[in-house]
């Protein structure tokens, strides 16, 4: 339909002359018509700081939806109103006539005000002796929401909602600007992905989803008269509320009106005034704590993801402004997460013991070559209710806090703030790598001794015979004798890695594993970790240092990746709104996508092929170059998984914790055992064969339908 004649003002003129019209309502119709008095320069210049083009920039606010790796899976939604924008094409006409019929039967003739809803409004008013009718246009009543949603302050907020003539004076203006600026079409699509229906919908798609669990462009016409029945009044006109009748009542005044309209004939009007309303309510999730009942050990990857998104300058200066796009940008975010292997995860650490354990037993696999975190599991309920837990392990604080099993929300798999645990030899590795990157061979041999009277002075509460220096002792007895790197990764001997951590610099060694990912949250492990004290940190091979299973995975994921380095990513995909993907701006001026991997090659490819070669002898597997020396410390691990596997068994002074790391070219997992809340607690020994099991059993599942992929051998120069 055409826009009406302009000859509504000569209309109007005889009865403002009258005095029929007073006070605010005079001042509202005058204002569009006479452009040239002192109402309208006095409007212009003090009342209307926004254009329309600042209108159809206006984003309200969206929902993000998270998907797994599949990309269809929803693991949760984030939002402070809930909505999704959809265009015009996408609702139901049903709808489209319904919300004009219910707010502005003259939406299509006027041009953004309505002098005939004007008068009539007045008339009615003055009639009830108060305000029973209202003026606004759909056209206005989108401005309201425009600024309102484009408000940067308080006081915005407030100017754009507040019951004044000045602010009735703006929307008239600007609607009258409006509609010379863009398409009725395009109103009606902002102003039904914009209104509030109740029930925390914003918007249509919202409105749809929550009240009958469907999409709009899928709405009947008794289901698009309740919603458009709503937006006048949604608490008044709860269809979800025990008595429907006011619900029913303003629906059927809707399809009467629609009726009228010739929306709907007299036999649909009758038909659909006599049915009831039926809803199929839902409850859209929010935030981590609302994952699917049935994944809850979803919600650790979850709160994973919030915080690495925290982290991302691309997404606000600080991790509250990061955290707010979160919530309002409508991003469509699929994660790494793979439900298959999330799934294959639970099962393993669950397998050999309760959840309500004091000890947590966790796992987290990394995807070599990308760094994307494809599961992560942890024998803990996801969730604030911790009226039911157990005492806390730590005498200090048992009888006045519980502790974090079975229940919690705390980030025990990395992520977050925690500074993780001791991860005993696997730390090894980082010594190994750092020798063979300069220029050590895997023959390098050193005659171990039981015990090793180090270079290092005596600060990590070692023995205190050995004239001040730290002196460090293997395991057992066996481990003596003529080491290579192959024979000493296997049955991991600690006086041979010691002796190689002095002929490579300690500080090389803390640095090497910076540079693939670990990071030092305690005083101590800064201290130690600074340059003034990193090449004296002895003990650093022997996995003194606090570490999260999550940067250990994904350390050896940069092995099993030949030395390239993958920073760990939650994501797979992140797009805008408008279906472009986010990006970010390097420091070299570059534009990439947010989700796209960020990797660098921090070891040469020959010398993490070389540590790969030691590493298959940990875990029963046969290198392509060397000798294991007979025997290992995981040797039923190959025999487990059913391909080539290289790893690390690590645990720490009196057993208080225990971890394995494993891997094949296509996966890195690590798995540990200790008690977070009192790292003192020991899990024993009888335990420490718990982590091998979890990551054999998991490597063996995950890469069950794959074909076997190889190693690629060192060359003979890093062979020796």
Not at 155 to 166: D, G, I, N, P
Not at 173 to 182: H, P, S, V
Not at 496 to 509: C, H, I, P, S, T
Request: hydrophobic fraction near 35%; charge should be neutral; include cysteine.
């Amino acid at each position: 339909m055409t826009n009406p004649t302009r000859s509504a003002p000569g209309r109007l003129v005889p009865l403002l002359r009258a005095g029929l019209i007073g006070g605010v309502v005079v001042a509202a119709a005058l204002f569009p018509f006479a452009a040239a008095g002192g109402l309208a320069a006095k409007a212009g210049a003090e009342l209307v700081d926004k254009t329309p083009a600042d209108l159809l920039a206006a984003a309200p606010a969206q929902t993000s939806y998270v998907y797994a790796a599949d990309g269809t899976t929803l693991i949760t939604t984030f939002y402070e109103e809930h909505r999704r924008y959809v265009p015009l094409s996408q609702i139901s006409p049903w709808m489209q006539q319904a919300i004009v019929a219910a707010e502005d039967t003259r939406f299509y003739e006027h041009s953004g005000v309505d002098p005939k809803g004007i008068i009539r409004a007045f008339v009615a008013n003055q009639q009830a002796g108060g305000v029973s009718q209202g003026a606004s246009t759909l056209t206005m009543q989108y401005v309201r929401m425009a600024l309102r949603d484009s408000a940067k302050t308080p006081m915005e907020v407030r100017q754009a909602t507040e019951q004044t003539s000045l602010r009735k004076l703006r929307e008239i203006r600007l609607a009258i600007d409006l509609e010379k600026e863009t398409t009725k079409g395009e109103i009606l699509e902002r102003y039904l992905n914009s209104a509030y229906f109740g029930h925390r919908a914003y918007g249509i798609y919202s409105a749809s989803e929550i009240f009958f669990s469907k999409r709009p462009s899928d709405l009947t016409p008794v289901e698009a008269a309740t919603l458009a029945g709503l937006v006048k009044a949604p608490t008044a006109y709860d269809p979800a509320s025990s008595d429907q009748k006011a619900a029913t009542d303003r629906r059927n005044y809707v399809l009467e009106r629609m009726r009228e309209m010739g929306y709907l004939s007299a036999s649909q009007t009758a038909t659909a005034q006599a049915e009831p309303i039926r809803l199929r309510l839902s409850s859209p999730p929010n935030d981590c704590m609302s994952v699917p009942k049935q994944h809850n050990g979803w919600g650790f990857f979850c709160d994973y993801l919030k915080a690495w998104w925290a982290t991302q300058p691309a997404f606000g200066r600080n991790s509250l402004e990061r955290l707010d796009r979160l919530r309002r940008g409508g991003y469509t975010i699929v994660t790494s997460l793979d439900p298959k292997f999330q799934e294959i995860a639970e099962q393993q650490i669950l397998a050999d013991e309760s959840a309500r354990s004091p000890f947590a037993h966790g796992l987290v696999a990394v995807e070599p070559g990308t760094g994307y975190v494809r599961s992560m599991a942890v024998n803990r309920v996801y969730s604030l209710d911790q009226s039911n837990n157990g005492p806390h392990s730590d005498p200090s604080k048992r009888g006045k806090i519980k502790g974090n099993y079975p229940n919690t929300v705390v980030p025990l798999l990395g992520g977050g703030d925690l500074p993780g645990y001791q991860a005993g030899s696997t730390f090894k590795m980082f010594t190994m790598l750092a020798a063979l990157d300069a220029g050590l061979p895997l023959s390098t041999s050193f005659n171990s001794p039981h015990r090793f009277v180090s270079i290092y002075p005596d600060g990590s509460g070692g023995p205190t015979d050995c004239g001040g220096y730290w002196c460090p002792s293997n395991a057992s007895g066996a481990m003596s004798g003529v080491q290579t790197m192959w024979s000493g990764f296997g049955k991991s001997v600690n006086t041979y890695f010691v002796w190689l951590l002095q002929q490579v610099g300690a500080e090389n060694v803390v640095r090497l594993a910076e540079r693939l990912g670990l990071q030092w949250r305690t005083e101590v492990d800064k201290r130690l970790a600074s340059p003034d004290h990193a090449n004296r940190w002895g003990a650093f091979t022997l996995g003194t240092s606090d570490v999260t299973p999550l940067e250990m995975a994904n350390a050896y994921a940069a092995v099993a990746a030949e030395g390239r380095f993958c920073e760990a990513l939650p994501v797979l995909s992140i797009t805008n709104p408008d279906g472009t993907p986010a990006t970010y701006r390097t420091g070299s001026g570059m534009d990439l996508e947010i989700a796209s991997p960020r990797c660098s090659q921090e070891v040469s490819p020959d010398a993490a092929r070389a540590a790969t070669d030691a590493a298959r002898c940990p875990t029963g597997d046969t290198p392509a170059r060397g000798s294991c020396g007979g025997w290992s410390t995981a040797d039923s691990v190959r025999g487990t998984v059913g391909r080539p596997v290289a790893g690390k068994t690590g645990t720490t002074d009196s057993d208080r914790a225990a971890w394995f790391v494993g891997y094949t070219p296509e996966l890195a997992v690590a798995s540990f055992l200790s008690d977070p809340d009192s790292p003192m607690n020991a899990v024993g020994g009888g335990q420490s064969d718990k982590p091998i099991h979890a990551v054999a059993g998991f490597l063996r599942d995950a890469l069950k339908d794959q074909p076997v992929r190889q190693f690629t051998p060192p060359s003979d120069e890093m062979v020796g």
